[in-house]
């Protein structure tokens, strides 16, 4: 029976309790997959895997943006890859029937689901470690390696601006800009100083955050098309986090983001 060890452990006890789960799973598959038919353990894996994969990687990915994870969206891809193979071995043994289900089907779970545990787990879990596991002891934050960075707020609410200003500039940044709407944020992205990244709301009006991403990336100023920008938002729709990404975010986080992360995040998000 497998365990969940150390080297496989996060450091977030709602990943990790999410993690047992998948455990769980695995040695009920093993453990029946000796005894019952083939037909009964694959169907009730691969609906347990299905509904436990939609739960789980979207609480994961919450977690990630909370914690300013930086590698988001690949970490997101290789989530709905691990999905897109459960279905489609679905629908090959019970909704299309092009294979058989016998001895071969067993061993094409067990792989999926190593796959998962060893190649995704192992992997790609582990590498968030340090960004969402609670420190050990409070860390220092790490400042802007800039001495001269300049960030650019736009949001319409003040006191969301104000929170941010603050944090940016105790970490160091030379200069905050803020503007209350994407008109005026823009106008101060094409001005002087050019902010060496912008922080965007995602909501806003009449201009929102994908928006002012889109004019940023079309710019035609190679100098302004490459500012990093970070979108915040109070939603959490999948179909709005990947259409603000596709606009040309280089990260979309919520607006009540754990700060611990912010200076590690900002140096890797000017240096790229
Ligand atoms: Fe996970
Ligand atoms: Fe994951």
């Not at 790490?142 to 969301?160: F, K, T």
């Not at 002087?192 to 035609?220: I, K, N, T």
Request: charged share 25%; net charge negative; hydrophobic share 40%.
């Amino acid at each position: 029976m497998l365990e969940l060890t150390d080297d496989l452990r996060i450091g977030h006890p709602v990943i990790d309790a999410d993690h047992q789960r998948l455990i769980e799973i695995i040695n009920e598959f093993l453990e029946h997959s000796k005894t019952e038919n083939n037909s009964q353990v694959l169907h009730e894996t691969l609906k347990s895997l299905l509904a436990y994969g939609r739960d789980h990687f979207a609480r994961e990915e919450r977690i990630q943006r909370q914690c300013l994870y930086p590698h988001q969206q690949g970490h997101h891809h290789e989530h709905k890859s691990l999905l897109d193979q459960v279905r489609e071995i679905a629908r090959t043994y019970f909704i299309a029937k092009t294979k058989p289900l016998n001895q071969a089907s067993v061993t094409e779970v067990n792989e999926l689901l190593k796959a998962w545990l060893i190649g995704h787990v192992k992997k790609y879990d582990t590498s968030m470690r340090d960004w969402v596991a609670a420190p050990k002891e409070p860390a220092a934050a790490e400042r802007l390696a800039s001495p001269d960075l300049a960030a650019l707020i736009i949001g319409p609410d003040p006191q969301s601006r104000t929170r941010l200003a603050e944090l940016l500039t105790g970490l160091g940044a030379a200069r905050v800009l803020q503007a209350a709407d994407g008109f005026k944020g823009l106008e101060l992205a094409f001005g002087d100083p050019v902010p060496d990244l912008v922080f965007c709301d995602l909501e806003m009006e009449p201009m929102d955050g994908a928006a002012v991403a889109g004019a940023l990336r079309c710019s035609g100023k190679a100098y302004i098309s490459r500012i990093p920008l970070l979108l915040l938002t109070a939603s959490d729709d999948a179909d709005a986090i990947q259409n603000a990404m596709n606009a040309g975010a280089s990260g979309l986080y919520p607006k009540d983001f754990d700060p611990r992360n912010l200076g590690r995040l900002l140096n890797l998000a000017v240096k790229t």
